[in-house]
C-alpha cells in the first residue's frame, strides 16, 4: 500500500487566493483526519471524518475553511480566501475502525505558505 | 482525554538506550496510552500503544506503572535515526478519538 498520500507537497500562494489540499486514505480505511501544524500551536485536529461524513469540525478555524469527502478515496481540505496566518503543514491521516487500538496513519503533509 | 506531562527535550547517545518517561496522572481505567513520534519534515508515525502491561514490538518498549499514572517509552539501542519529537498521548482506544497531541519530548541522538 502507498500509505496517505497527499497533494500538493508544497503551495506558496497570495493572501486572499484560494487553496485547496487534496488527501488520498488508505485503502479501506473509515476514517479520515486532517491535522495542521504551526511552530505556536502545535498539532491540532481539523475535522474527521467517518465513512465520509464529517463528524466533528469544531476544531476548523472559521468558515473560510471548508472540508469534503466525496468518496473513501478522497478529501479536500479548501481556504478560500487564504490569509498569512493559515501558513503551516497540514497532515491528512486515516484510521480503521476494524483495527482494536485504531493506529492512525498519517501523510507527509502540505507545507502551505501564504504570502 | 487525560492530559500528559513530558519534557521538553532529551539528548541520548549512539547505541545507547533513550528512556523517555511520561506522566500521566489523571488517566482513566480504559485509556490506553499511545506513543507517536514525528521525525523532521515528515508526518507523525505510531510507535507502540499499551494499558497496564509492559509491552515490546520491533520499534520500542512500554514501561507502565502499576498505578498506570506514568510511563516511559524505551528505544533500547538509539540511532541518530530516532532523532524526533515523541508524544506520549492518552486517549480511548475506540474509533473517532482523534489524537490530541502535546508538546511532546524532542530527543536528539548523538554520534
Known amino acids: 500500500d502507498a500509505g496517505v498520500i497527499q497533494s500538493p507537497r508544497h503551495e506558496v500562494t497570495e493572501m486572499g487566493q484560494e487553496v485547496t489540499l487534496r488527501c488520498k486514505p488508505i485503502?479501506?480505511?473509515?476514517?479520515l483526519f486532517w491535522y495542521r501544524q504551526t511552530m505556536m500551536r502545535g498539532l491540532e485536529l481539523l475535522i474527521y471524518?467517518?465513512?465520509?461524513?464529517?463528524?466533528?469540525d469544531s476544531g476548523m478555524p472559521e468558515d473560510r475553511f471548508s472540508a469534503k469527502m466525496p468518496n473513501a478515496s478522497f478529501s479536500t481540505l479548501k481556504i478560500q480566501p487564504s490569509e498569512p496566518r493559515d501558513s503551516a503543514v497540514y497532515f491528512c491521516?486515516?484510521?480503521?475502525?476494524?483495527?482494536?487500538?485504531?493506529?492512525?496513519?498519517f501523510g507527509p503533509g502540505t507545507r502551505l505558505t501564504v504570502l | 482525554d487525560a492530559k500528559t506531562t513530558q519534557p521538553t527535550s532529551m539528548d541520548c547517545a549512539e547505541g545507547r538506550a533513550a528512556n523517555l518517561p511520561c506522566n500521566h496522572s489523571?488517566?482513566?481505567?480504559?485509556?490506553?496510552v499511545y506513543w507517536y513520534r514525528q521525525i523532521h519534515s515528515q508526518g507523525p508515525q505510531y510507535i507502540i500503544h499499551?494499558?497496564?502491561n509492559n509491552e515490546t514490538n520491533e520499534m520500542a518498549s512500554l514501561i507502565i506503572t502499576e498505578d498506570r499514572k506514568s510511563s516511559t517509552l524505551i528505544l533500547p539501542h538509539a540511532t541518530l535515526r530516532d532523532t524526533a519529537v515523541y508524544y506520549c498521548?492518552?486517549?480511548?482506544?475506540?474509533?473517532?478519538?482523534?489524537?490530541?497531541f502535546g508538546k511532546g519530548t524532542s530527543l536528539l541522538v548523538t554520534p
Open positions: 499499551g494499558l497496564k
Open positions: 491521516a486515516s484510521s480503521h475502525s476494524g483495527e482494536p487500538y485504531n493506529e492512525q496513519f
Open positions: 471524518f467517518n465513512n465520509n461524513v464529517p463528524i466533528d
Open positions: 489523571t488517566i482513566s481505567g480504559n485509556e490506553y
Open positions: 498521548i492518552v486517549r480511548f482506544p475506540n474509533s473517532g478519538y482523534a489524537l490530541n
Open positions: 485503502s479501506g480505511h473509515d476514517y
